[in-house]
């Protein structure tokens, strides 16, 4: 087997392993695909050294098969196609006694906190698996877990058929909440500056706007008969992202935030007083939203295939990560991870 190691310093190097039987209530995982999440991205640029231990394998966004299995493992079978749910919850914190495992205050992302997809053979919990539909497309289903994150979005944004629903920020959970809730009967309109991502959202069917050269609060006001939009997702991590959502957003709307924001950052509090505004963070996934993103996935009714900028083998780890990190007419990039 082969693995991708992440050494720091924006460097991997990439060796041969024996594979390792899986210990008990453990599943040994021939993995096929594993895409590079903006989190990957990241820890590339150094952003996460105190959640890294290089040498260290990371990698998240995946798609396998089983391959073997230790004893205690029940429900799955040889051959079986899987997904993992990168979550490794305590049980035993406050936020995990209040059935919230997903956000437990000890939480063990695998894949940054502990080793992850970037290889060929991965062994791993049992319990984090989700099995997929047999003949599911391995690629398609490497985009499970980022379409997990736009279910459980647009999940706790109560999105209903008929609202509007703007989304500011185009990357790869941008496009999948615009996808999610146009597939809620939503009118959705993405805001996106750069060009690529723009004439990609519209290849997806997505209405999009270019905030740099079109009103967008006139817009939402014009399509909205001055109200302004239900529900605002700010997908940019961006300060003129959160500033304009209070812009946008109608009496007693939600605005929903969905990105990383590392700095603190000034947000209108008059407009949401005056407008008894709802604001709310949204932070991975719950299985229920593993669950339905495995039926989207497997019901070929979104244009995922699309969000793929290119496929390439584990040995070109390095080059796709360098591409990502210089190159915004990028969006998904998955890498080969075995046969
Ligand atoms: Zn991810
Ligand atoms: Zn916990």
Redesign the pocket.
């Known amino acids: 087997m082969k693995a991708a190691y992440y050494q720091g310093d924006k460097s991997f190097f990439i060796t041969d392993c024996i594979p390792q039987s899986p210990n008990a209530h453990e599943v040994r995982i021939d993995v096929s695909y594993c895409g590079i999440c903006g989190t990957d991205i990241h820890i590339y640029r150094g952003h996460m050294a105190e959640r890294i231990h290089p040498p260290q394998v990371i990698g998240h966004e995946m798609s396998g098969t089983v391959a073997e299995m230790g004893v205690g493992v029940e429900g799955l079978q040889i051959g079986d196609p899987v997904v993992v749910r990168p979550l490794d919850?305590?049980?035993?914190?406050?936020?995990?006694?209040a059935g919230h495992?997903h956000i437990?205050?000890?939480?063990n992302f695998i894949g940054i906190d502990s080793p992850g997809a970037f290889q060929s053979s991965w062994n791993i919990s049992a319990q984090v698996l989700h099995k997929l539909p047999l003949g599911i497309n391995m690629e398609i289903a490497a985009l499970i877990e980022p379409l997990a994150v736009a279910c459980h979005d647009v999940r706790l944004g109560q999105i209903r058929s008929g609202e509007t629903v703007v989304v500011i920020g185009g990357g790869p959970i941008g496009m999948l909440v615009s996808l999610v809730a146009k597939s809620k009967g939503a009118k959705v309109t993405l805001a996106e500056v750069n060009p690529f991502r723009f004439d990609l959202a519209q290849d997806l069917g997505i209405n999009a706007i270019n905030p740099a050269e079109d009103n967008l609060e006139q817009y939402i006001l014009d399509i909205t008969n001055g109200a302004g939009a239900d529900a605002v997702f700010e997908v940019s991590g961006s300060k003129s992202g959160i500033e304009v959502s209070t812009e946008l957003c109608r009496t007693r709307g939600r605005i929903i935030v969905v990105a990383i924001f590392p700095e603190p950052q000034p947000v209108n509090l008059f407009k949401f007083f005056w407008r008894e505004i709802q604001m709310l963070g949204v932070r991975v996934y719950e299985p229920e939203d593993y669950e339905e993103a495995i039926v989207l996935a497997d019901s070929q009714k979104l244009p995922l295939e699309k969000l793929i900028t290119s496929v390439q083998p584990l040995e070109a780890l390095s080059n796709a990560f360098h591409s990502l990190d210089t190159n915004p007419n990028n969006l998904k990039i998955l890498i080969k991870c075995s046969d």
């Open positions: 919850s305590c049980n035993h914190c406050p936020a995990c006694k495992h437990c205050q000890n939480l």
